[in-house]
């Protein structure tokens, strides 16, 4: 709703709509989008962090840049702590919160490679970052400052948060959980399920497992509790692959994100598709017209009401020339996202 | 599958004799097999109704239905499920089953007498555990483990021997080693039917697996051994308990034990079926659905990442070859490696690496090595402070290095960078005649 309304108040939203409920965003980045998270209190505010080096703070329902912070290099990810702070990082290895009512930035800290992740955890209040450096961070966000360091096996891809549990997936297709509230020793090591380079990894909000993609167009869904009763519903799914002229033409995965009221999860790809699955049903819920270009990152408002699409080319391809990026934010029905009752 | 007697219900395929556990599966299977159309793809109910269809729609006939056994092809029955298929067919099957499953019962407890019942399901463990107890066979354990299998009637009770002379067996076994190897694999089944058993046997199986098999591979397999291992009891303790009993122990036996069962053909699949531990190296399928950590394409830690391995000929990864994130290969482009700060690296180093895969390790040692960023000034002065060597490697880099340290270093640009010292008029390397 709140879309509709807003293109009547500003006509800046209504030449930008794509479709009946769908929009892009104006004063977008001028590079690759790397990541979108909407604000945990409100589906009005999101950030964008961009490979120009900048984060962006937009009004979703006034589709205006409210405010915009620079790193030194290309940012990589960025995440709100509260609804009045950003957190952010990227190729210049450092870690930075930037205050949005002061519009005032901080570097709490660094990593000795670049910072691909940062994720907050609300149960635990703690920032977590992972980078290229094979570590996992944890900032205190009141201060801020380094809460300690955790070496992982490889590379940090991707990470998410699971109530006070952190999944951690790495190079080389491992997978590690992690206590937040005891850091000492890992919980679970593992393998990811899939046999190729893991993308992306986002737990379930009833945090009972987590969806694992990975860059072979294939989605796996685990669950957290190793007992073998849990372990065997398990199952991995192929999607965001296309036929043409006989050759299946297999996409990353590089983009989950859940919606936080029915559980079901939508999933992004470099082949410009959106589609939304019912993990428990098995089945694809729906799918989104094709996007100009790769789905570089999803986020589904907090109220579930509105999905942001950052359609971003990641170089699949190499350097060459392509669609411009763009965020797009539409609104989602029942009918998208709701399992079915069958 | 744990009810008795039901095999023969549970739902099946009559275009493709596949088994499923459950009718619905069962339906969508046939809708998606063999009831779609060719053409448009549209899922269809029922054989007629694809004929119908690819008629009315596309005027097209089609006459056999799609992926469907040969003699199964028929597009005018109409079947749904398991409703519609021929009485005759229902028998067929059933006869299948049964002589399938009653030739598993018969390898297990050998032909001749004692068919406590002719169950179809897959507890043997039940009956035959029961047996040592019940029966004095019992007594013909520790002949059996020493002076080699008895063969015969007593067939039928080698599977508890197995299992009721283990710990007598593992000692005895070392010593056979050398010329065991070939026998090894049909011990352990002995103890695979023991389902009920195998837990308590499985601790004491590892401690004598290693010392027993100095096969190059055993030990990591040894570990995966108790993960897989009830991976491995629950495929069919069927096909395992038949190796068991025509495998026996000892090399003698063997020969003794095939011309007593003869005409059961059963020395056919003992190494597939048998201790996961010891199939791992030569019978990798079998197990590698269980344990899915051996052969994957490894994603190494070396500074040159591993390629990818292409999926198929029909396939197309669309993502590039190294198996580096893609935001490390957007990363390596040089407009974006001029950005990240190198305090204290020269920045002709950094500009100049080409963006290939090779370089992907060692960007993050050239992170390491600043743990603080202090800012672009620090580059001048590595500059100046490093080698001379390094200048033609910054020329080498072209005009970007200079673009980037034009607004730096303004007092020095004077000209063209064509001789590469003129620019550099206080640094005076050994040997350059400026």
Not at chain 1, 246 to 268: L, R
Not at chain 2, 101 to 113: A, H, L, P, R, W
Not at chain 2, 344 to 367: D, E, H, K, L, R
Request: proline share 12%.
């Amino acid at each position: 709703m709140s879309g509709r309304a807003a293109a009547e108040k500003s006509s800046t939203v209504r030449f930008n709509m794509t479709g009946a409920n769908e929009f892009k965003l104006t004063q977008g980045p001028e590079d690759g989008v790397s990541a979108v998270k909407f604000s945990p209190s409100s589906a009005q505010f999101l950030l964008v962090s961009s490979w120009d080096c900048t984060v962006r703070l937009f009004d979703v329902s006034a589709n205006s840049m409210r405010m915009k912070y620079q790193h030194l290099a290309p940012v990589l990810d960025c995440a709100f702590y509260d609804p009045t702070h950003a957190w952010s990082g990227g190729l210049d290895s450092q870690l930075k919160t930037h205050d949005l009512n002061t519009d005032q930035d901080t570097i709490v800290g660094t990593h000795d490679a670049p910072i691909r992740c940062v994720e907050y955890c609300p149960e635990v209040n703690v920032m977590v970052t992972g980078s290229w450096d094979m570590s996992v961070r944890l900032w205190d966000p009141r201060t801020p400052c380094n809460a300690g360091t955790f070496t992982q096996p490889e590379k940090v891809y991707t990470l998410s948060v699971a109530g006070d549990r952190l999944i951690v997936g790495t190079a080389g297709r491992r997978v590690l959980v992690w206590d937040l509230r005891n850091m000492g020793y890992v919980q679970q090591r593992r393998e990811s399920s899939l046999k190729y380079q893991t993308r992306c990894i986002r737990a379930f909000p009833n945090k009972q497992g987590y969806v694992l993609s990975s860059i072979e167009g294939r989605v796996a869904v685990e669950y957290l509790d190793p007992s073998l009763e849990v372990q065997k519903k398990k199952y991995a799914f192929k999607c965001h692959r296309l036929k043409e002229n006989g050759i299946e033409q297999v996409y990353p995965v590089n983009a989950i994100s859940f919606h936080s009221v029915h559980n079901t999860f939508a999933t992004g790809g470099s082949d410009g598709f959106v589609n939304i699955w019912d993990p428990f049903n098995k089945k694809r819920l729906c799918q989104f017209h094709r996007y100009p270009t790769s789905i570089a990152s999803l986020a589904f408002s907090s109220d579930g009401s509105l999905l942001a699409i950052a359609s971003s080319y990641m170089q699949e391809q190499g350097d060459v020339s392509h669609p411009a990026d763009a965020v797009f934010i539409r609104q989602v029905t029942d009918a998208e996202t709701k399992p079915k009752s069958t | 599958m744990g009810r008795k007697k039901k095999k023969q219900l549970k739902p099946w395929c009559w275009y493709c004799n596949r088994d499923f556990d459950d009718e619905k599966i069962l339906i969508q299977h046939q809708k998606a097999k063999h009831f779609k159309c060719h053409i448009c793809h549209k899922k269809l109910y029922t054989g007629p109704g694809l004929a119908i269809h690819c008629m009315q729609v596309h005027k097209e006939t089609i006459d056999s239905v799609p992926n469907a056994i040969p003699g199964r092809t028929d597009i005018e029955l109409e079947i749904y499920g398991m409703e519609g298929i021929p009485e005759k067919d229902m028998q067929d099957r059933r006869r299948v089953l049964e002589q399938k499953s009653q030739e598993s019962q018969k390898k297990k407890q050998n032909q001749d007498d004692s068919d406590e019942d002719d169950d179809d399901d897959d507890d043997e463990a039940g009956p035959s555990f029961q047996q040592p107890a019940a029966q004095p066979q019992a007594a013909y354990m520790p002949p059996m483990t020493q002076a080699g299998m008895h063969p015969g009637p007593h067939a039928q009770g080698m599977p508890p021997a197995g299992y009721a002379g283990m710990p007598p067996m593992l000692t005895g076994i070392p010593p056979m080693i050398p010329g065991m190897p070939p026998v090894m694999p049909g011990m352990p089944p002995g103890m695979m039917p023991m389902r009920g058993m195998m837990p308590p046997m499985m601790p004491g199986m590892p401690p004598g697996m290693p010392p027993l098999v100095a096969r190059p591979g055993m030990p990591p397999m040894a570990p995966a051994a108790p993960v897989t291992a009830p991976g491995m009891a629950s495929r069919p303790a069927v096909p395992a308990t038949q190796s068991a009993a025509s495998k026996p122990l000892f090399p003698s036996a063997v020969q003794a034990q095939q011309t007593v069962s003869g005409p059961s053909s059963t020395t056919s699949d003992s190494p597939k079926v048998t201790f996961p531990a010891y199939t791992q190296p030569s019978s990798a399928p079998s197990v590698a659905a269980s344990s899915s950590t051996v052969a994957k394409p490894p994603a190494t830690v070396t500074s040159k990442p591993a390629t990818l391995t292409t999926l198929s000929a029909t396939s197309k990864l669309m993502h590039p070859d190294e198996d580096i994130s893609l935001e490390e290969r957007r990363a390596q482009l040089p407009r974006y490696q001029r950005l990240i700060p190198r305090p204290g690296q020269t920045a002709a180093a950094a500009a100049s690496a080409p963006p290939s895969g090779a370089v992907g390790g060692m960007i993050p040692a050239q992170q390491v090595i600043p743990p603080q960023q202090p800012g672009m000034r620090h580059p001048i002065h590595g500059q100046y402070g490093g080698p001379p060597q390094g200048m033609p490697g910054y020329m080498g880099g072209g005009m970007p290095p200079y673009g980037q340290n034009a607004p730096m270093v303004p007092p020095y640009q004077t000209g063209p960078p064509g001789p590469p010292m003129g620019i550099r008029p206080p640094v005076m390397s050994p040997g350059s005649r400026y």
